[in-house]
C-alpha cells in the first residue's frame, strides 16, 4: 500500500520517510485501535489521486481520541495503487468567548 519513498508529514510536526514510520510503529510510538474515516473529497489526476477529509484515532501521545484533517495522495504503479505522501494535522479545539 506504501510506495518506498512514502513521505508523511505527521501531526508531531515531523516529516518521516516509509523506513521511519514503520520503525514508529515497532516502537508502539505510533498505534491506533480506532481510526474513524470520512473522505470529503478525491480528485484524480492522470496516474495520481489526492484523498482530503478528517479522521479521528485514539492512542499516544495523550491516549485520548484527536480529530485531525488529513491528505493522502495515491499513485498508479504497475497496476496498484501506492501511496506517496501523507500529510495529517490536528484539529485545534474552539475558543471559548
Known amino acids: 500500500m506504501w510506495d518506498s519513498r512514502l513521505l508523511v508529514n505527521s501531526p508531531l510536526n515531523l516529516v518521516n ?4 514510520v514503520l520503525e514508529l510503529l515497532g516502537k508502539g510510538l505510533i498505534r491506533h485501535t480506532r481510526d474513524d474515516v470520512e ?4 480528485a484524480r ?3 495520481v489521486v489526492a484523498v482530503m477529509g478528517r479522521d479521528t ?6 491516549n485520548t481520541l ?3 484533517r488529513f491528505t ?14 501523507r500529510h495529517a494535522q490536528v484539529i485545534a479545539p474552539r475558543q471559548q468567548g
Request: hydrophobic share 30%; proline share 6%.
Open 17 to 20: 520517510d516509509k523506513a521511519k
Open 39 to 42: 473522505i470529503e473529497h478525491i
Open 45 to 47: 489526476y492522470g496516474n
Open 57 to 62: 484515532v485514539d492512542g499516544p501521545p495523550s
Open 66 to 68: 484527536t480529530h485531525r
Open 72 to 85: 493522502n495522495i495515491w499513485q498508479l504503479q504497475d497496476g496498484g495503487w501506492r501511496m506517496i505522501a
